[in-house]
């Protein structure tokens, strides 16, 4: 009984804006008692509208009443409070040094739960109850607990910044809006935070169509992605099963030609062995008759000679030693040299069909084309080896170093008539067709007193026979002279670039090194100086409809030795 008495004792002694027990007690007009700084405070809230109400019963006063102690209940608070019973909070409910502590708690103090904006101060669940218990109190408005309170007063004149300035985009108080903000575009904060919201839900808005849209992204490209591990599995699978069956065709046709090698071995050894086997029995038989017709002239006796001699029989016809004929051919040195010749147009088959299915490989691109380039380390992740082909070379040219150099020579070179040979002019295409994304450099070097190089891209099918012209793009086979060829000049002074009879003239250092980039399926050919650095020289934006050839082009008066070079 005497515990629920403290309690109840405690109850009326309890402050009902702070719900603790009253400090430093005030009792107003209407009669209700509360702790003097919070009442102080909440009437210093309540200034600038010109009257005074209690927090309780909302009576008002006209004039702000002079607060006095009460005694009386400071002396019973004081009682209560020795008899130790205020039961003491958890300790996780305490403010710690990162918590937004509570304003109104006395000693240690509580972690605020709410902040109040009009009263800028920050409460416990204790003393957050008035604002919902105070009609008056409940319309205020209650956020997170916040340190930065003090924020939302305006520093010039102490007041709670209500309002913003939309022409200096800053909070201020009312205030500010009649002094140095007077004139300006000012409206309440809560309606610039409206429109502020609104744009911020438009932005949102956006961002979440976005966030759609990626993520709609994202799924295409990872069914992209099992797609391509789908087709990549199943063309290793399919590659590797017709690898096998070509592995297994050419040891089929290996095993193919031991047999017939070691059957045709067989007979041959067997008609020789047979024949051999003839003459030593005929050299025996020689050798018998020999004998006898030796002991037969040794006899003394002549009637015993004459006798014996016609017994003598006659010796057999025998095969000339002229007759017998070793024929090389009938070795099988001829057919190592047809197993060679096999090997040598495999290895060129291979070669060839090993480029195509490299580029056919690069091909498979499902993204965006990928912005050129930069440096050159970035380019060389696309470097491509370039061979020439010795039939598409000019007679007056010369190829060496496994077909990656050429050079221009004096005197014509014993080169076999082909289709494909250009011979009007001294130039030379690649075996490899270029497709995808490719680079590769060519490094030139003088032979002669004007010396000059083309280094060029070109479609297969570009004349190789146009005719000679004085005008060197007068003939529809020089390179950059036709619609199937874009050639950058390189000359002792710098450079030119030509595609379809016309010329682009072109300023940049002048290097010994050119590198070439071409995006095949972009539609991009770019040439650039070579040295420390890469400096572009010429861009080409264009469609190609066909796989394209690198290409170079010699020439120059007294040029001879004048050479190109497909460098690593």
Known sequence: MAQKGDQMEREILQCSICLDLLKDPVTIPCGHSYCFNCVKGFWDGEDQKGIHSCPQCSQSFRARPVLVKNTMLAALVEKLKKTGLQAAPADHCYAGPEDVACDFCSGRKLKAIKSCLVCLASYCEKHLQPHYDSPR??????????????????????????????????????????????????????????????????????????????EKDVKLLQQEVEAINQS???????????????????QKRSSDVKKRIRSQQETEVSRVKELQEKLEQEITELKRKDAELQQLSDTEDHNQFLHNCPSVSALRESTPSSSIKIRPLRHFEAVTAAVSELREKLQDILREEWTNISLRVTEVDVLLPQPEPKSRADFLRYSCEITLDPNTANTYLLLS???????????????????????????????ERLTGRCYWEVEWREGGVIAEVAVAVSYKNIS?????????????????????????YCYQYGYGFWYNKIKTSISGPVSSRVGVYLDHRAGI????????????????QTTFTQPLYAGV??????????SCKFVD
């Open 525 to 540: 050919l770019s040439f650039y100086s070579v040295s420390e650095t890469m400096t572009l020289l010429h861009r080409v």
């Open 137 to 214: 109190l409940r319309k205020h408005k209650l956020v997170e607990p916040s340190k930065n309170l003090q924020e939302n007063i305006c520093s010039r004149h102490d007041e709670v910044m209500k309002m913003f300035c939309r022409t200096d985009q800053k909070s201020i108080c009312f205030l500010c809006s009649l002094d140095e903000h007077k004139g300006h575009n000012t409206v309440s904060a809560a309606a610039e935070r409206t429109e502020r919201q609104r744009e911020l839900e438009g932005s949102r808005q956006q961002i979440q169509q976005r966030v759609q849209d990626r």
């Open 401 to 431: 170093e496994g077909d990656r150099k050429v050079t221009l020579m004096k005197q014509e070179q014993s080169y076999s008539s082909h289709p494909d040979r250009f011979t009007e002019y001294q130039q030379v295409l690649s075996r």
């Open 553 to 562: 082009w010699l020439s120059g008066f007294f040029a001879s030795g004048t």
């Open 464 to 488: 190789r026979a146009g005719g000679w012209s004085k005008y060197l793009f007068g003939s529809k086979c020089v390179f950059g002279s036709n619609d199937k060829s874009w050639s950058l």
């Open 232 to 250: 990549a599995d199943k063309t290793v699978e399919h590659s590797e099963k017709i690898f096998t069956e070509l592995i297994r065709l050419i």
